[in-house]
């Protein structure tokens, strides 16, 4: 049975209906809920648009394509898909496209229900304006529920995010927009909060500089930028990962505690925590493109797509090291680092705690905490031992909270894990802006990356080969970080701790 929602249906307007994004993650999400009742199938519409012309039915086999049939499901794709429509723009600033657009939704909104109409944006940035200023003026009925789901990236950069906003503040009020980023979605990103005011002492009176050397953010993708090329030249791993998904994770990792967990409380946290970030300074990042596969002729150069530059200077990698000035974090290095066509793919991050000064072993590997999302949903704990057996031997042992393959049994393990998408999604239809991202927040995000992204976005990039572990460069990038470094004592970082942050297992 599906949840109660404050609706009698609900509209989803799906603009770039025709892109990828929409076809591996947002359909998919919507016949998600659908299929584990979160939504009423009878009860909501889908409507597809974008500049792309369909015939017949052709919108609704595209998009087929993208969905698996799902077990024990509430509604079959069949039943899904045939809520699914779809309407051809001539054009994003085209006025009367618009008009056609809200006749077609007219059409499925039953006479008399109260309704809602979610409008959900996966565009680039340039048509950001044109598409929100025709649907406020063509698409959005008074008197009834409407609500605007922008996509990142919010923006290129400081200034164009403050343009953006002014322009949406003339439209919508803030409680109808909801800024989206998929990681706040995210089960492994979400449970910082829990790990660090839930009551574990063990975490939460040590998560500070008094017992932490260095945070680690760890972003790698098996998979170079293939079919997004184009986008992708234009954008660059700093602005399509690391200042959104990546900060995301680390504002919740570094903030102090909020005041409750409503979403004004949370997102104030949040914003304090990234008005205390410094600037990422030029000097301190590192930025990479990858070349061919020497050994597998089908990995080929990040410039051997016919969508790319040849003389792109885009970076597929990039290692980031941020400072924080509060009292918390001061002198402790959040070393943030993401790339493509790597070895694995893996996401992560990473509490490296200090070894006590007075250790009876000091030659004990010193303990880290790790939360992951990728291989696997896990927690891990590193802690120094003795080995079993003979002797006296020290060893790192891991004590582990595997989310994906925990018994069927066990607490932590749930019937139905919703996607990002999923929860964002109906969340957004619920109303419910705990796990978007409010104007001040999407702004001040990039006074911390502007300075990073504008000195090194013509910069020529170190290369690495496609399927390896990066640049090999990067070891010694981070053992001259290390020299900066400062504790609360003011004193550099001693030579065994250099030694450990440039081989640091990122």
Known sequence: MAPSLPFDHVTIAVFGASGD?????????????????????????VVGTARSSYEGSEFQDKIKKGLKEKKDAKASISDFI?????????????????????????????????????????LPPSAFEDVSGNIKKKCWPEGQTNRLIVEKPYGKDEASAKKLSKHLESLFSEDELYRIDHYLGKDTVKTILPLRFGGNPHLSSTWSREHVSAVTINFKEEFGAEGRGG????????????????????????????????????HEAKLKFISDCKPIVPEDVLVAQYEASKSDKEKKAYKDDETVKNDSKAATFATAVMYVNNERWRGVPFVIRAGKALDETRAEVTLHYKTPAKALFPTATPSTFTVRDHPEKSHTLTLSTKQVGEGFSIVSAPL????????????????????AYETLIFEAITGDHTWFIPRAEAEAGWRVWDKAISGTENRTPFAYEYGGQGPKEEKEFLKQRAHDVHFETGEAVTEDFRKQFGALKL
């Open 21 to 45: 994004l929409a076809k591996k993650m947002t359909y998919p999400a919507i016949y998600s809920l659908v299929a584990n009742g979160m939504l009423d199938v009878n009860k909501l519409h």
């Open 82 to 122: 045939s809520r699914c429509s779809y309407v051809s723009l001539k054009g994003y600033e085209d006025t009367e496209s618009y008009s056609k657009l809200d006749a077609a939704i007219r059409k499925l909104e039953p006479e008399g229900k109260k309704s809602l109409r979610l409008f959900y944006i996966a």
């Open 231 to 266: 986008y992708f030249d234009e954008f660059g791993m700093i602005r399509d990962v690391m200042q959104n998904h990546l900060m995301q994770w680390i504002v919740l990792l570094g903030m102090e505690p909020p005041k409750s967990l409503s979403a004004d409380d949370i």
């Open 400 to 419: 582990v909270v595997d989310f994906d393959h925990a018994s069927p049994s066990a607490s932590v393990k749930a019937s139905y894990v919703p996607s």
